[in-house]
């Protein structure tokens, strides 16, 4: 019995000590992550909202803009910190994947808006301050529940005034639900299921909250991903056949049906072989041996690929390592990011994907150079869409309560409405639905352009003509 | 139907498949346990080739080599430090490996966030065989694979350690009056466990990629795969592993890879409903 008890508690040590070691892993990892962040991202967000002195940095500016105007127009680079006494910050809630790059991205983007705008004294005098709760949206496997809960948080527990954020469309529409509840305007800056603005119009009373910012819903990526088709079959006329590869997502099973009744008008011949014309794979696939071959025996010249998630990082090492004779084409979220040609070891050449015009890496106005320069200057990469999205969240959210005077949720959503504000984007208007509305010319709307995977941190845009260099087949075709 | 394409992916996949649930099949037929982290070492197999190949400087055939020593004595971490103490109890064994299981995943996850990585091939180029276009990578997978796995079955067959490992499989307690130290045959058996899915994990990586939750696929592979061919049998885990594969490939193929992540589950649900025993199982559960 003794022995027996001796055993048993050695064991029960050895447990302790494994559940030790993990815990010691996941500090190191933790404060690894936290460590390698830039300054002013810890600063700026040490903030509570239980104190009444705010910390905040600031980029001191050569250009002074005030808020009411729309986005600054910061030129210079050097960040101080500086503290505000006695005076009860503003509390932006930033609700999305934060260990995932597109939740990394918005977080970021809204540090560097508010950094900005608090070296302009803040709103309404009051410095605007971060608060942060992870759904974990960009894992798949991950329950729409527990994206609710981190709302839940943010508006009960951390008490932001207005939320930023969001990811994939199935999280967004559910927390969509919770806006008659909460009245606080959340500011999309990732999902683009055209039905989210839909609910506006069907019950505005009820979910007038809700706003699209970043990206153009669904319908617009298609009218602009469809649009490149076009100019393609202008400057590559003999490459005709087209495989659709899609997620099983809402939004693609909304957008493929667009893409078949174009596309063949446009002179393209759908060549998938499945009966509803396209081939949709499970998100979170990890193996595209099937589809790769199926486009290979289709003769397809184009695939147009469309993925919301890190899947396509597999998807576009399998096209490439078996050189199958497709371009991929499309709309490939993954592939957004400078990091994905590190995580397809380089496969990502070739690839072109629609992003908004802001993201080529070309800035198309003064304001995006200087988003460009700060936000890779801070960060040490470049920013994907949800970082444009929730740096121009943060603006349009500060420039309604100034207007408003007020952070009552209700009260600000007929200013934000009426925003009309230059980003990185192009010039951002909302319409009936709330959506962002795009224009192919990005001095009157929300804009997207094409662009080709050429190098390490390297696009070539390749669409809209205006800005087109040409595109480059791989060698195996 | 495309034929050559089944046939070619369908085996090259099932190899692995095999190896891969070889570990679960030898923890459940010798040791009574069922480890529901068994696909957590096929994860950490796939990480561990990772970070040994791009951090640390060494080889792809070194990273291998090592990422199959770190999964062997994690399987070995795992009996000693969480199972052992409540292994008289089934349900709480099941229970401490899947919390272990989602555990690991949190903390990888922490470590190199929610993306999956991908390691570099340790061999690069496509072959044709039967005119169908794979990488070779696959093909070693496969082929170390196969290797792999007649090698532990000719361990469980041939050596000494391989007679204690199928006496304690057929009554543990015969065994240990007969001297065989049962506690240390478990050991042996979670270690291979744990090696046989890492090794499974660190050749399928490169061509997967391998994110913080690919234990669960790879657990329930694993689960059809052993329920189909029989509670510790291996030729049942080597003939399972190619039927699962096959019909896998075979439903991505003519109807849609939508439906690939169901073959695994129907099997256990036909394989529990149908022949509880497996294939070539003795003992019905």
């Given at each position: ?109 809204a540090e560097l808006a508010v950094t900005e705008i608090n070296a302009h004294g803040g709103v309404l005098g009051r410095p605007l301050q971060l608060v942060y709760e992870d759904t974990q949206e960009a894992d798949p496997t991950i329950p729409v529940s527990t994206g609710l809960a981190a709302m839940n948080r943010i ?147 184009v695939i147009c690929i469309l993925a919301a998630g890190q899947d396509s990082v597999q998807l576009i090492q399998t096209w490439a390592n078996l050189q199958v004779p497709a371009i991929p084409m499309g709309i490939d979220v993954a592939s957004e990011s400078p990091s994905f040609w590190g995580q397809t070891n380089g ?131 | ?285």
């Amino acid at each position: 019995m003794l022995t027996r008890r001796s055993g048993m508690a050695r064991s029960a040590a050895i447990a302790v000590l494994i559940v030790i070691v993990i815990a010691a892993v996941a500090g190191v990892a933790s404060y690894y992550y936290v460590s390698t962040a830039p300054a002013s991202t810890s600063t700026s967000t040490s903030t509570s909202t239980s104190t009444a002195t705010s910390t905040a940095t600031s980029v001191s500016t050569s250009t002074q803009t005030v808020i009411s105007t729309g986005i600054s127009t910061i030129t210079s680079t050097s960040i101080k910190t500086v503290t505000s006494t006695g005076v009860q910050p503003i509390t932006f809630g930033i609700l999305g994947p934060l260990t995932d790059v597109t939740g990394i991205d918005e977080k970021e983007g809204a540090e560097l808006a508010v950094t900005e705008i608090n070296a302009h004294g803040g709103v309404l005098g009051r410095p605007l301050q971060l608060v942060y709760e992870d759904t974990q949206e960009a894992d798949p496997t991950i329950p729409v529940s527990t994206g609710l809960a981190a709302m839940n948080r943010i508006v009960t527990v951390d008490h932001a005034q207005v939320i930023i954020g969001g990811e994939r469309s199935d999280v967004v529409l559910a927390e969509e639900q919770q806006l008659p509840k909460y009245k606080v305007p959340f500011l999309d800056t990732g999902a683009a299921d055209t039905s989210l603005g839909q609910q506006v119009i069907a019950n505005y009373s009820l979910y007038k909250y809700f706003f699209m910012v970043s990206p153009v819903n669904s319908t617009a990526l298609a009218t602009g991903l469809i649009s490149y088709y076009g100019y393609f079959h202008y400057v590559e006329p003999n490459l005709t056949k087209v495989y659709i590869l899609a997620e099983d997502i809402a939004v693609w099973h909304a957008l493929v049906p667009v893409l078949q009744a174009y596309l063949p008008a446009l002179g393209f011949t759908i060549v998938n072989p499945q009966s509803g014309g396209a081939d949709y794979f499970p998100y979170g696939s990890t193996d595209f041996t099937t589809q790769m071959s199926n486009v290979r025996s289709s003769g397809a010249q184009v695939i147009c690929i469309l993925a919301a998630g890190q899947d396509s990082v597999q998807l576009i090492q399998t096209w490439a390592n078996l050189q199958v004779p497709a371009i991929p084409m499309g709309i490939d979220v993954a592939s957004e990011s400078p990091s994905f040609w590190g995580q397809t070891n380089g496969a990502a050449k070739y690839e072109t994907i629609e992003v908004g015009i802001g993201d080529t890496g070309t800035p198309i106005n003064t304001i995006g150079a200087n988003f460009y320069q700060n936000y890779s200057k801070y960060y040490n990469t470049l920013p994907i869409y949800t970082a444009d999205g929730a740096y121009e969240s943060v603006y349009i959210a500060a420039q309604a309560i100034e207007k408003a005077g007020t952070t009552n949720g209700t009260a600000l959503i007929p200013y934000i409405e009426k925003t009309n504000m230059t980003g990185p984007d192009g010039v951002i208007t909302f319409d009936k639905s709330h959506n962002v509305i795009y224009n192919p010319d990005y001095t009157k709307g929300a804009a997207l352009s094409m662009v080709q995977w050429t190098a390490y941190n390297a696009y070539t845009p390749v669409w809209p003509p205006t800005v087109a260099k040409p595109i480059t087949l791989p060698p195996w075709m | 139907m495309v034929l050559p394409e089944i046939f070619v992916f369908g085996g090259l996949l099932g190899a692995v498949y095999a190896l891969l649930s070889l570990g679960f099949s030898l923890s459940y037929g010798v040791a009574r346990i069922l480890n529901l982290a068994h696909g957590s070492f096929y994860m950490i197999g796939g990480y561990a080739y990772y970070v040994f190949l791009t951090l640390s400087g060494v080889n792809s055939v070194e990273s291998l080599v090592l990422a199959v020593a770190l999964t062997f004595l994690l399987g070995v971490a795992l009996y000693l430090g969480l199972v052992r103490p409540v292994r008289s109890a089934p349900v709480r064994v099941l229970l401490i490996t899947l919390s272990a299981a989602i555990v690991v995943q949190e903390v990888v996850s922490l470590a190199f966030g929610d993306r999956g990585v991908g390691a570099p091939f340790i061999v690069g180029g496509i072959s044709s065989p039967l005119g169908v276009v794979v990488e070779n990578q696959r093909i070693l997978a496969a082929v170390v694979s196969l290797a792999m796995f007649l090698g532990v079955w000719l361990l469980i067959r041939t050596t000494k350690l391989g007679r204690a490992v199928r006496a304690v499989a057929q009554d543990a307690e015969a065994a240990s009056l007969m001297g065989i130290n049962d506690t240390r045959i478990s050991l042996v058996t979670l270690g291979l466990s744990g090696a046989t899915a890492g090794i499974a994990g660190a050749l399928l990586g490169p061509l997967t990629g391998i994110s913080p939750d690919a234990w669960l696929n790879a657990t329930v592979v694993a689960f059809a795969v052993v329920i189909l061919g029989g509670l510790g049998s291996i030729p049942g885990t080597f003939l399972a592993a190619f039927l699962v594969s096959y019909s896998q490939v075979f439903v991505a193929f003519e109807i849609s890879s939508s439906y690939e992540i169901i073959v695994p589950l129907a099997v256990i649900a036909v394989a529990v409903l149908v022949r509880p025993k497996g294939l070539l199982g003795r003992v019905e559960e």
